[in-house]
Nanobody, 124 residues
């Protein structure tokens, strides 16, 4: 059974940093692109960023503006989201997802496997 498990969320003050991790089990994702999405209460799920199968290409949502970095470790079957200069509007549940594609995708419908999410709360 395939499982994606996020960790690293929590409460942080505005301007602070968090590093989210996503660990996969049940199959290898070394030939799959990964994505991060987020969803705030009352809002639709939003694309945060994605990374291609070999890490050679990353895509980010417009709101990121250089604050976040996605990386991956295929040997560990993990993907990471480093978030800096956090703002209260970054408060949301963050989800990692894996697609069957090699290259990054913005559309959540392109992703086949999802984690359960981790809460990130940024206080003013």
């Amino acid at each position: 059974q395939v499982q994606l498990v996020e960790s690293g969320g929590g409460l942080v003050q505005a301007g602070g940093s968090l590093r989210l991790s996503c660990a996969a089990s049940g199959r290898t994702f070394s030939r799959n692109a990964w994505g991060w999405f987020r969803q705030a209460p009352g809002k639709e799920r939003e694309f945060v960023g994605a990374i291609s199968w070999n890490g050679g290409r990353q895509l980010y949502g417009d709101f990121v503006k250089g604050r976040f970095t996605i990386s991956r470790d295929n040997a560990k079957n993990m993907v990471y989201l480093e978030m800096n200069s956090l703002k209260p509007e970054d408060t949301a549940v963050y989800y990692c997802a894996a697609t069957r594609r090699l290259m990054s995708a913005l559309n959540p419908d392109e992703y086949d496997f999802w984690g359960q999410g981790t809460q990130v709360t940024v206080s003013a």
